[in-house]
């Protein structure tokens, strides 16, 4: 059997396919970060391109439709000096009925190097990793309510630029934990760190079976969860939840887990305000806030580059020693 | 095909007559003529040598898909009978759930007619319980009995309309056929794929919660005391479910329970990796509803093991955790892993061959399984010290959807005898 870290890293421990952030080694985030660090002076140069990847081909298989994680995938590829290729099946080969791994096995023949892979079905990345040729990387762009490990490391990046030490961060995910992949990634990626209280706040429908097994705390209140937090995580709140009876109306929703100006100055002065986007005004979040001096959800978009970057060019450093060895 | 066979030497278990001796058994005209001595003039045709093994009546499936008709790409009746056989499966319960389904007596012949032809399995095509199994409209059972039915169900579709339910317990029950409720709440159950807990929060996978399968046990409950209706609920997954049952036969409700092999064996720990095999439905549970499924067949409870049978074609496992079709190919595998159970002290070797002979014989009804004088001759000879690989070498399901792919198992059929013909012999391919 091959545990999901076999699969993530090679036989040296370095970075193979990326495909969840749990059981990786807190040596690894940190490398991912520090490289990510290097790379962001990058983006900021004239000429935004280093030639890490000249040569290789990497082909963004969007398997559900996404403009913020592709297009950040996208740019970084372009920034290291990769060839890129979108591919959106999300509107063609599936629904024509050809199956996953013939979708996988044809984009392989093509001669690429990387998978970018979104997909709808949790587990879909890691199916795609056990078949993929020896040399092809996977980078999971986010897989059903799964991970989207990316997300995560973008989002600690940034909470290590404004904080610096985790061990003494209290940091609050608030909304709808149960579908959200992202969610669940910050979580490994925050509890890998060291990070000293982890919540999730939010009404008991949004919140998945055993959470606390995943070493958290879970509130159903949100100025309960807020209450000396020092990082709030807002997630998006996606508007077919009404429907499926989690929630009954977005106004009760925003009454209740909205996070508002007056909210805000109840929590800690230096509290941090995230969201991994796209924002719902008025839904989840205020504009004011969203647009408010504590938030850092540009900043988020921004290091996302950077760290997509590190992790192309992490994982293909592992393919390029492979093959000269 | 009517040969005269001596059977010498074998440990004789018949949990039935609750017999467990050695004995040499004595088989004529498709029956058990003669245990112990051999009777004057008997001259075998046959003779096979049982010594240091077990002989039992042939093992009674009350859930095996064999996948014909309408799914032929996954297996075949004829493939599925070869596997059966060296399995030590005699008899299976075929759901309705082929393609047609199995709402007409046409289609319950045309399984026997296949079965004929294979000529190694005795099939029991369970009839719908509702017509098209769409939990509206009552399928025609008188006919469906006629046609040798024994048992109606709605297979993986619950009935979600409960007047619809009741009223076809009480028809099913006026017929006084049996009627299996393979218990999930359809809505409760939501698509999910994994147990609902920690590990299918951790991996973001739909989980099916406990109340899925509870809330459609207590429903049915509920029911029987107005109906009368025998009900057996198939594939029981939780420890919850199991109590409300139990509770019901202390108040002397017509009710039985089976279980499926693995969830006697595995856990939802074995899907962290997204192994496509161990996608099943219902779905594996936690380590305490492991142990009280495997006290509830000790403490009889639970009265059959099934193998819960479901061959796949490979493409149906190839694709991520969700997309892929539930279930595992185990005819092969379900002594083995019944011995399995002895071995770990769970029960005894007569507690388990009884949930493979005369358990499920009782709740279908059907008499004279038994290793006795005048009995049909439906039985098996195993070895239960015989270690086996899983492979392409010794399987024989069209259908390579196991987990147990590779591994080495311990207890392996060496004859099995259906109606007094021999239609397994190990190494005889």
């Known amino acids: ?325 | 095909m009517s040969q005269r066979i001596h059977i010498r030497g074998g440990r004789v278990i018949d949990p039935s007559s609750q017999k467990d001796t050695h004995q040499d058994v004595f088989i004529a005209d498709g029956r058990i003529l003669a245990l112990g001595k051999n009777p004057d003039g008997f001259e075998a045709d046959l003779s096979i040598d049982a010594g240091g093994q077990i002989v039992c009546p042939g093992f009674i499936d009350l859930s095996a898909r064999l996948r014909e008709p309408g799914y032929e790409h996954k297996a075949t009746i004829a493939s599925e009978s070869l596997a059966a056989a060296a399995g030590g499966v005699t008899t299976v319960c075929m759901p309705p759930d082929t393609y047609p389904i199995i709402d007409t007596p046409a289609v319950v012949r045309l399984i026997h007619d296949k079965a004929a032809l294979a000529g190694k399995l005795r099939i029991q095509p369970i009839g719908a319980l509702t017509r098209g199994l769409k939990g509206q409209d009552l399928s025609e059972m008188s006919f469906l009995k006629e046609a040798g039915c024994r048992a109606v169900s709605n297979a993986m579709s619950p009935v979600a309309n409960t007047l619809v339910l009741r009223r076809a317990l009480e028809y099913a029950a006026s017929h006084d056929l049996l009627v299996i409720v393979r218990p999930e709440d359809k809505d409760l159950a939501d698509q999910g794929c994994a147990h609902e807990g920690a590990i299918s929060t951790r991996m973001g996978l739909r989980g099916v919660p406990y109340a899925a399968e509870t809330v459609a046990v207590v429903q049915v409950l509920a029911l029987i005391e107005h109906t009368g209706a025998r009900v057996h609920f198939a594939q029981l997954s939780s420890a919850r479910a199991l109590r409300s049952i139990s509770r019901a036969r202390e108040k002397g409700l017509p009710v039985t329970a089976d279980v499926a092999i693995h969830q006697l064996h595995l856990t939802d720990e074995a899907i962290q990796d997204f192994d496509a095999n161990y996608h099943l439905r219902p779905p594996l549970r936690e380590r305490s509803d492991l142990e009280a499924l495997r006290n509830g067949v000790r403490e009889g409870v639970i009265t059959a093991l099934c193998s819960d049978h479901q061959p796949h074609e490979p493409d149906a496992k190839l694709d991520a955790f969700p997309a892929t079709e539930p279930g595992i190919a185990s005819l092969q595998t379900l002594l083995p892993l019944t011995l399995a159970l002895v071995e770990a002290g769970a029960m005894t070797l007569t507690q388990a061959l009884a949930a493979l002979t005369s358990g499920p014989a009782d709740i279908l009804g059907i008499k004279g399984v038994a290793l006795t004088p005048g009995s049909v001759a439906d039985l098996c000879v195993f070895d239960p010290e015989q270690r086996w690989t899983v492979d392409s070498d010794t399987w024989l399901s069209a259908g390579r959807n196991t987990p147990y792919w590779g591994q080495t198992l311990k207890g392996r059929v060496t004859h099995t005898l259906l109606g007094g013909a021999r239609v397994f012999e190990l190494n005889a391919r």
């Open chain 1, 1 to 325: 059997m091959t545990h999901t870290t076999d699969l993530q890293l090679d036989a040296r421990g370095q970075l193979r396919h990326f495909l969840s952030v749990e059981g990786l080694p807190r040596a690894l985030l940190e490398s991912i970060m520090d490289t990510a660090e290097s790379l962001s002076s990058v983006t900021e140069q004239t000429v935004k391109k280093v030639p890490l990847l000249r040569g290789k081909t990497i082909v963004n298989l969007f398997f559900e439709t996404s403009t913020r994680t592709r297009t950040t995938f996208e740019l970084a590829a372009k920034r290291l000096s990769a060839d890129v290729l979108n591919v959106n099946i999300a509107t063609s080969a599936t629904t024509k009925g050809e199956s996953l791994l013939d979708t996988i096995r044809n984009i392989e023949a093509m001669h690429v190097d990387m998978f970018v892979v979104r997909h709808a079905q949790s587990g879909a990345p890691h199916f795609i990793a056990r078949h993929v040729a020896p040399h092809i990387s996977v980078i999971n762009a986010g897989d059903g309510r799964h991970a989207h490990p990316t997300q995560a490391m973008l989002d600690v990046f940034t909470i290590r630029r404004h904080k610096g030490d985790f061990s003494q961060l209290t940091v609050a995910v608030v909304g709808d934990i149960l579908h959200s992949r992202v969610a669940r990634s910050e979580i490994h990626a925050l509890r890998t760190l060291g990070t000293k209280e982890i919540r999730v706040v939010g009404p008991r429908t949004l919140i998945p079976a055993d959470i606390e097994s995943l070493g958290v705390k879970a509130f159903y209140d949100l100025d309960g969860g807020l209450e000396g937090a020092d990082v709030i995580i807002m997630l998006r709140l996606q508007r077919e939840r009404m429907n499926g009876a989690f929630i009954p109306s977005e106004h009760e929703y925003y009454a209740r887990f909205g996070l508002t100006e007056a909210r805000l100055a109840q929590a800690k002065k230096d509290v941090m305000v995230m969201h991994p986007g796209p924002i719902n005004r008025g839904v989840e979040i205020e504009s004011s806030v969203a647009d408010g001096n504590r938030s850092v959800i540009l900043q988020q978009v921004t290091h996302g580059i950077a760290i997509r970057m590190a992790v192309m060019s992490m994982a293909m450093r592992h393919e390029s020693t492979e093959r000269t060895t």
